[in-house]
């Protein structure tokens, strides 16, 4: 079975902090990607990666960043936390884009005060 | 862009009863996949159809692929009490990317 793991269930932040949300997964999949889901919003793509340092723009990127330095891990970074930012971050991967099935983490519940 | 309607939004059922739920597009897909989310855990995938027409089950769940490719239908057989969460499509477009939709929530009652 896919094992995607996200470094942490909960974190609270305050404002202004450089948030990073770590993600790695075990099965040798070429694409990452990261997903915010909030309430009546459902999930939102932030970025996606499908190759070692490639990334894509999602639909929501603005105040984030990513890194992908190895196959396994891909990086989300708040640059400068905002209260907007409180959400829930879901990581995923998947063997090929062309519409593969995507393996999520269990999410980090991020909290801005 | 591309987006998907999903409904109902929320179920109220009683347990033993069976569950319907579908989404619908504007666009074709030429992937549908279909998620459970249970509270404070990532979406686990529960079916994935890639042919119009498939109907393909998992134990108690059945998920087809509509034969216009706009929509797809998950049904639930006898629900049970493990069986809340919130469940997602998924439909994935031309561009290799998948659209997801905003969910139903699913509560049983025993």
């Known amino acids: 079975d896919v094992k995607v793991t996200q470094s942490s269930r909960y974190l609270v932040k305050r404002t202004g902090e450089k948030v990073f949300l770590e993600c790695v997964q075990d099965m040798d999949h070429e694409n990452m990607f990261w997903y915010r889901q909030d309430p009546g919003l459902g999930l939102r793509l932030i970025y996606f990666s499908y190759d070692v340092k490639m990334k894509e723009k999602g639909d929501i990127p603005e105040g984030y960043s990513v890194s992908r330095e190895k196959k396994e891990r891909f990086s989300l970074i708040l640059e400068s936390a905002s209260t907007s930012q409180t959400s829930m971050y879901l990581c995923?991967?998947?063997?090929?884009?062309?519409?593969?099935?995507?393996?999520f983490g269990n999410g980090t519940r991020l909290t801005v005060t | 862009g591309q987006q998907l309607n999903q409904s109902p939004q929320s179920m109220f059922i009683q347990e033993g009863e069976d569950v319907s739920m579908n989404c619908t597009s504007s666009?074709?897909?030429?992937?549908w996949l279909w998620y459970k989310q249970e509270p404070g855990e990532g979406p686990v995938l529960l079916i994935a159809l890639y042919k119009a027409g498939e109907l393909t089950s998992n134990g108690r769940l059945t998920a087809q692929f509509g034969i216009t490719r706009k929509d797809s239908f998950l049904n639930i057989s006898a629900s049970i009490p493990s069986d809340v969460g919130i469940y997602f499509c998924a439909g994935g477009g031309s561009q290799g990317n998948l659209i997801f939709g905003k969910g139903t929530k699913l509560s049983v009652k025993p």
């Open positions: 995923a991967s998947s063997l090929v884009y062309d519409n593969s099935p995507l393996h």
């Open positions: 666009s074709i897909f030429n992937t």
